[in-house]
């Protein structure tokens, strides 16, 4: 079996190497046929030799090229041309020559790849070393600070938010962006973020280019964001130590709005006591309990808080506004709605709930007859939770503090408090990129 193999590959690379001397002589002959041309209507017929014994002298170089060359350069040449395929368009043929080079070398691509990062490489160390050459792209020149300063220092009423290339705009119809004023694309920024403050796509927007970037570092909007989460607690960023808006509100404890809180509890409890056999304790019955805990803030102070064994996937869509997170079969788990505050040292965040207590109402004489439930009364959750960091993320972590439930049944109220040292574990961020997939209102 592995001769057949090696045989086929010995074929292919004789193919292979075939069909580049055929192409190379080629190429020979023809540069041959515009020599004598030239010659001839020069008048310089002097030659010792005759084109056909020029034509069979040059058409030895090919074989002694390629019988020189080993297979990666044969390889690395075969990938660089279906490169060239590809970016044409020409997918069937790029394939085919990727393939051809892989027979030849099953690594060429690593190969390709660190041959092509070594030039660059070499080729940005010549433009650091030489004045007055540099490499196509011009940043490797700079150091961060200075780019950072650049891109800063880029003006955009004088210069214009972006700048069009030539090429493109000859292709294109309608209005490019570059041709709004500042003033609009600024607002257009808002819209960006949103009233859920959705900073991440802020600074995706930043890495379009210098004029987007520029916008995007202005004090003007984080400024907006600032007050839009913090509200009268806001401050100024002096007064909390923080350099500046952006610095303040990446750093300062907050509730992220562009994901969820969850966190699942499992635990295993005993059976009933009644079906437990005393005679062998091989048949007594355990429970594993799993259920999971849902937290969904928004910026405009409401939160959305679930307890349910359904899994993420079930419930995750069903936070996303409040109008979908309305029951409106009993089948699904039901959702609390309340609000929330920052406490003034920013933290922990004070989650106030409230859910509706009914009682089962039976017809007279027939106790087992349920006419149905009836409003008894309700209950306010105050659950106050510590904003805390984990390894990866800021402000991705709630850690439980203190939980009280208040029942009110007509002109009584009763408090309790909950335990919150056991089955109630640290409830941990998760991003949900189709909260922020639409904006429904800027941000204001």
Not at 13 to 37: G, H, I, P, T
Not at 228 to 251: A, F, N, S, T
Not at 320 to 326: L, W
Request: net charge negative; hydrophobic share 35%.
């Amino acid at each position: 079996m592995e001769d057949d193999r090696k045989f086929v590959a010995s074929d292919v690379e004789r193919a292979m190497e075939l069909q580049m001397f055929r192409e190379r002589w080629k190429e020979e002959l023809d540069r041959d046929k515009e020599n004598a041309n030239v010659e001839m209507n020069a008048g310089g017929n002097t030659h010792e030799s005759s084109l056909s014994e020029r034509m069979a002298a040059s058409s030895l170089t090919p074989v002694h090229e390629i019988a020189s060359r080993s297979k990666v350069e044969i390889a690395a040449e075969i990938f660089r041309e279906g490169i060239t395929e590809e970016r044409s368009g020409r997918h069937y043929e790029a394939v085919r020559l990727y393939r051809r080079a892989i027979q030849l070398d099953p690594d060429i691509e690593f190969k390709f790849e660190k041959s092509v990062d070594l030039k660059r490489k070499a080729k940005t160390r010549v433009a650091r070393e030489v004045p007055g050459v540099a490499d196509d792209e011009g940043v490797e020149e700079l150091s961060v600070e200075e780019l950072l300063e650049s891109l800063m220092g880029y003006n955009l009423y004088e210069s214009g938010t972006c700048q069009i290339d030539n090429a493109f705009a000859a292709s294109v119809n309608g209005t490019h962006i570059s041709a709004l004023p500042c003033e609009i694309v600024q607002y257009l920024t808002t819209w960006v973020v949103s009233s859920e403050v959705d900073m991440l796509s802020l600074e995706q927007l930043a890495l379009v280019c210098r004029g987007f970037y520029r916008i995007a570092r202005d004090d003007a909007i984080w400024r907006m964001a600032c007050y839009r989460i913090w509200g009268v607690l806001c401050g100024k960023p002096e007064d909390h130590h923080y350099g500046g808006w952006r610095e303040m509100l990446q750093m300062r404890p907050q509730v992220r709005f562009n994901g969820v809180y969850i966190s699942r509890i499992s635990y295993v409890r005993p059976g009933e006591s009644s079906y437990i056999d005393h005679e062998s304790s091989q048949n007594q019955a355990w429970y594993s309990v799993h259920y999971y805990r849902f937290f969904r803030f928004f910026a405009d102070g409401t939160v959305l808080y679930c307890n349910t064994p359904d899994e993420p996937l079930i419930l995750v869509p069903r936070l996303r506004s409040r109008q979908s997170a309305q029951n409106k079969d009993q089948q699904h788990a039901y959702i609390l709605f309340g609000h929330y505050t920052l406490s003034p040292d920013g933290s922990s965040v004070v989650v106030f709930l409230k859910r509706d207590v009914f009682r089962e109402e039976y017809a007279p004489r027939h106790y087992r007859t349920r006419r149905g439930k009836k409003l008894d009364g309700h209950e306010t959750l105050t659950i106050e939770l510590v904003i805390r960091d984990t390894r990866e993320r800021l402000h991705a972590r709630l850690d439980w503090r203190r939980y009280t439930i208040t029942r009110s049944v007509g002109q009584v109220e009763t408090e309790s408090t909950v335990d919150v040292n056991q089955h109630f574990p640290s409830c941990y961020f998760s991003r949900v990129k189709s909260y922020t997939a639409h904006s429904e209102l800027p941000l204001i």
